[in-house]
Antibody
Framework: EVQLVESGGGLVKPGGSLRLSCAASGFTFSSYSMNWVRQAPGKGLEWVSSISSSSSYIYYADSVKGRFTISRDNAKNSLYLQMNSLRAEDTAVYYC????????????????WGQGTLVTVSS | EIVMTQSPATLSVSPGERATLSCRASQSVSSNLAWYQQKPGQAPRLLIYGASTRATGIPARFSGSGSGTEFTLTISSLQSEDFAVYYCQQYNNWPLFGQGTKVEIK
């Protein structure tokens, strides 16, 4: 059974940093591109970042470029999101999500999602 | 920059009735269009990809159509568990979601 479990969310002050993790199981993690998607309270879904299976291709939404860094450790079946210079508008539930069929420089819908971890940026 | 517009924002439907949701892209996304269902407190669930292919385990009452810039998600006979928010997503380039359509009980 495919499982994605996020952790690392919490309350942080504006300008602070946080590192999110996503532990994957039930599939060959190293074969799939992975993503972070966020959802502000009461709002819609916003794609944040994608990383290919071997980390060769990395993409960011303009809203987080230069502040967030996506990475993965295929040996540990884990995905990460380092978030720096956090702003109030980064407050959201952050989901990790698996690409349905893309492992490289391509795009794909997302077939499995974690339960999400809440990040609150507030003084 | 592509803009995804879903309509209506809210759709009131009685159980057993048909629901038709629309998604429009500001420029062609070919058939690189997916639909997701999200219930309160839950992660989104992939329903349709490639504009018309049902994802694994999705009931046949869900169907998708369209290509280019105009897409439709149809739920043929609404069940109680179908009342939720539905998002379209284009993945022709950077993933981009529509703002969602809430399907509520009439």
């Amino acid at each position: 059974e495919v499982q994605l479990v996020e952790s690392g969310g919490g309350l942080v002050k504006p300008g602070g940093s946080l590192r999110l993790s996503c532990a994957a199981s039930g599939f060959t993690f190293s074969s799939y591109s992975m993503n972070w998607v966020r959802q502000a309270p009461g709002k819609g879904l916003e794609w944040v970042s994608s990383i290919s299976s071997s980390s060769s291709y990395i993409y960011y939404a303009d809203s987080v470029k230069g502040r967030f860094t996506i990475s993965r450790d295929n040996a540990k079946n884990s995905l990460y999101l380092q978030m720096n210079s956090l702003r109030a508008e980064d407050t959201a539930v952050y989901y990790c999500a698996r690409d349905l069929y893309c492992g490289g420089d391509c795009t794909s819908p997302f077939d499995y999602w974690g339960q999400g971890t809440l990040v609150t940026v507030s003084s | 920059e592509i803009v995804m517009t879903q309509s209506p924002a809210t759709l009131s439907v009685s159980p057993g009735e048909r629901a038709t949701l629309s998604c429009r892209a500001s420029q062609s996304v070919s058939s690189n269009l997916a639909w997701y269902q999200q219930k309160p407190g839950q992660a989104p669930r992939l329903l349709i990809y490639g504009a018309s292919t049902r994802a694994t385990g999705i009931p046949a009452r869900f169907s998708g159509s369209g290509s280019g810039t105009e897409f439709t998600l149809t739920i043929s006979s609404l069940q109680s568990e179908d009342f939720a928010v539905y998002y379209c997503q284009q993945y022709n380039n950077w993933p981009l979601f529509g703002q969602g359509t809430k399907v509520e009980i009439k």
